[in-house]
């Protein structure tokens, strides 16, 4: 079935591809929700493939509907207005009508333009804007319902498409109409940002739950919740070094391509450093990664990184590494993935660190984090993509623990750092908790950072009660 395009980005994935021509679609929310802009975007999109476009509107004027839409970029230089908005005579000349109901004697004129114009246009696109000023034109609402029943069959019969917006609120529901239409758009407007889901779609299968929405001025985005897929099947676990061999000892070789790695421990033991260690392997082999920062500043992670042999400013001349910046309160979750799956996508980039998984927790907005980073994980790992999360703990020292947030269910592989006081030194100690494809070395090493690089130690077998922040030597000697 060939779909129509509504020229949202996002929204035409959300719906399967597309409405289906010739049903009629109910856009339903609240004042400023958007339902105008979408229905721009409907019939702008039908006029620059060719198709003729009708928009009816019985609340703004003509002029009006085109000055917004030329303030976003939408173009309706090819899209026909009927314009049954009242007109200032009509306050100005205080029309009463003392016989007959406004509504018997509005209602006739406005079916018969409606009719005329159809009928001489043969649209294939219509934006009927908003359906429920038919409500105020019929005695009741069994004659309201049955005239939109009457409107909507009539549209079809000419071939069209149609749009049709509802004002919902408490006093005048439009459950009716939800009944009446193909298929339902809603538009959400909260405290914690604007929303889009689908309940019904005839014909069409859809994507279920609340979608991100932006309305910007260039007009509406939708960004379709990220949904995991399996594994591809017959993808390869090869392995991916570290380049520091006594980690890969630990590691067993490395960490597989294709899975989600947890980088855990208290702020400034070396998690970020160590996970651009990895990148820096990638870069060795041609691969391409990126690191989304939540905290730190990229200039700032860029000076340490160089000043520990790790050459980002190369990787990143020589496209193999980008770096970038991400305030937390800038994207929404959904968002954020699609920023993600774009490089994933189009720039084909094989390896994706978060840092940090804390700082990522802000931009959730209410949002639960660990499905949010459940989901955005899987899907990285479904397209092969090897995944490094930097996970902080709060204490320092003391009782261990993997994460603060219950999330160590999600890594394949779980690399911890530790900080250790021994005598009256402040030391560092890694060592791997988690491994799901292989085995590992089941050991604590000494982790240091120098100007050199990373350097890992050997096994502190004469260290106990490391994970306890209080490691003593068995044997002084």
């Given at each position: 079935?060939?779909r129509?395009?509504?020229?949202?980005p996002?929204?035409?994935e959300?719906?399967?591809?597309?409405?289906?021509?010739?049903d009629?679609?109910?856009?339903?929310g609240?004042?400023?929700?958007?339902?105008t802009?979408?229905?721009?975007?409907?019939?702008?999109?039908?006029?620059?493939r060719?198709?003729?476009?009708?928009?009816?509107?019985?609340?703004?004027?003509?002029?009006?509907?085109?000055?917004?839409?030329?303030?976003?970029?939408?173009?309706?230089?090819?899209v026909?207005?009927?314009?049954?908005?009242p007109?200032?005579?009509?306050?100005?000349?205080?029309?009463?009508?003392?016989?007959?109901?406004?509504?018997?004697?509005?209602r006739?004129?406005l079916?018969?333009?409606?009719?005329e114009?159809v009928?001489?246009l043969?649209?294939?696109r219509?934006?009927?804007?908003?359906?429920?000023?038919?409500r105020?034109l019929?005695?009741?609402?069994?004659?309201?319902?049955?005239?939109?029943i009457?409107?909507?069959?009539?549209?079809?019969?000419?071939?069209?498409?149609v749009?049709?917006?509802?004002?919902?609120?408490?006093?005048?529901?439009?459950?009716?109409?939800?009944?009446?239409?193909?298929g339902?758009?809603?538009?959400?407007?909260?405290?914690?940002?604007?929303?889009?889901?689908?309940?019904?779609?005839?014909?069409?299968?859809?994507?279920?739950?609340?979608?991100a929405?932006?309305?910007?001025?260039?007009?509406?985005s939708?960004f379709?919740?990220?949904?995991?897929?399996?594994?591809?099947?017959?993808?390869?676990f090869?392995?991916?070094?570290?380049?520091?061999?006594?980690?890969?000892e630990?590691?067993?070789?490395?960490?597989?391509?294709?899975?989600?790695t947890?980088?855990?421990?208290?702020?400034?033991?070396?998690?970020?450093?160590l996970?651009?260690?990895?990148?820096?392997e990638?870069?060795?082999?041609?691969?391409?990664?990126i690191?989304?920062?939540?905290?730190?500043?990229?200039?700032i992670?860029?000076?340490?990184?160089?000043?520990?042999?790790?050459?980002?400013?190369?990787?990143?001349?020589?496209?193999?590494?980008?770096?970038?910046?991400?305030?937390?309160?800038?994207?929404?979750?959904?968002?954020?993935?699609?920023?993600?799956?774009?490089?994933?996508e189009?720039?084909?980039?094989?390896m994706?660190?978060?840092?940090?998984?804390t700082?990522?927790?802000?931009?959730?907005?209410?949002?639960d984090?660990?499905?949010?980073?459940?989901a955005?994980?899987?899907?990285l790992?479904?397209?092969?993509?090897?995944?490094?999360?930097?996970?902080?703990?709060?204490s320092?020292?003391g009782d261990?623990?993997?994460?603060?947030i219950?999330?160590?269910?999600?890594?394949?592989?779980?690399?911890?750092?530790?900080?250790?006081e021994?005598?009256?030194?402040?030391?560092?100690?890694?060592?791997?908790?988690?491994?799901?494809?292989?085995?590992?070395e089941?050991?604590?090493?000494?982790?240091?950072?120098?100007?050199?690089?990373?350097?890992v130690?050997?096994?502190?077998?004469?260290l106990?009660?490391?994970?306890i922040?209080?490691?003593?030597?068995?044997?002084?000697?």
């Amino acid at each position: 079935m060939n779909r129509l395009p509504t020229g949202i980005p996002g929204l035409d994935e959300v719906i399967g591809g597309g409405l289906v021509p010739h049903d009629a679609y109910l856009v339903r929310g609240g004042p400023g929700t958007g339902k105008t802009t979408l229905g721009l975007h409907f019939l702008a999109t039908g006029a620059a493939r060719g198709e003729t476009a009708l928009f009816i509107s019985l609340e703004e004027s003509a002029s009006k509907i085109r000055r917004n839409a030329a303030n976003i970029g939408i173009d309706l230089s090819n899209v026909h207005i009927l314009d049954l908005s009242p007109s200032s005579d009509f306050f100005a000349k205080t029309e009463i009508y003392d016989i007959f109901s406004p509504a018997e004697v509005e209602r006739e004129p406005l079916t018969r333009q409606i009719v005329e114009s159809v009928q001489r246009l043969r649209p294939s696109r219509v934006f009927f804007d908003p359906i429920t000023q038919f409500r105020y034109l019929t005695p009741d609402l069994f004659q309201f319902r049955k005239q939109v029943i009457s409107f909507l069959r009539f549209l079809a019969e000419q071939q069209t498409t149609v749009i049709f917006s509802a004002e919902n609120s408490t006093a005048f529901p439009d459950d009716d109409l939800q009944y009446i239409a193909d298929g339902i758009i809603t538009l959400e407007l909260t405290q914690n940002g604007r929303y889009l889901s689908v309940s019904k779609m005839r014909g069409s299968s859809f994507s279920s739950g609340r979608h991100a929405m932006r309305l910007t001025g260039r007009g509406l985005s939708v960004f379709p919740r990220i949904i995991p897929s399996p594994l591809v099947t017959g993808h390869s676990f090869t392995l991916m070094p570290s380049g520091v061999p006594e980690l890969d000892e630990l590691l067993n070789g490395g960490i597989e391509r294709g899975t989600i790695t947890l980088i855990t421990g208290p702020s400034g033991v070396g998690k970020t450093t160590l996970g651009f260690q990895f990148m820096k392997e990638a870069a060795s082999r041609g691969e391409q990664s990126i690191v989304f920062s939540f905290e730190e500043e990229v200039e700032i992670m860029v000076e340490r990184c160089e000043a520990v042999n790790i050459p980002v400013r190369a990787m990143q001349a020589n496209n193999l590494l980008r770096v970038e910046k991400i305030e937390p309160l800038q994207y929404n979750p959904d968002e954020f993935a699609q920023y993600v799956r774009f490089w994933v996508e189009h720039k084909q980039v094989t390896m994706v660190m978060i840092d940090s998984v804390t700082g990522y927790r802000l931009c959730m907005q209410g949002e639960d984090l660990i499905s949010q980073l459940h989901a955005l994980g899987k899907y990285l790992q479904s397209k092969g993509v090897t995944v490094i999360f930097i996970m902080d703990t709060n204490s320092i020292v003391g009782d261990f623990q993997v994460t603060d947030i219950g999330a160590s269910y999600l890594g394949d592989n779980i690399i911890f750092l530790r900080f250790l006081e021994i005598e009256g030194e402040l030391r560092k100690a890694i060592g791997v908790l988690k491994k799901r494809l292989s085995d590992f070395e089941k050991t604590l090493r000494e982790f240091t950072i120098s100007r050199y690089g990373i350097k890992v130690g050997k096994p502190l077998t004469n260290l106990r009660g490391i994970l306890i922040g209080m490691p003593t030597w068995t044997d002084q000697s």
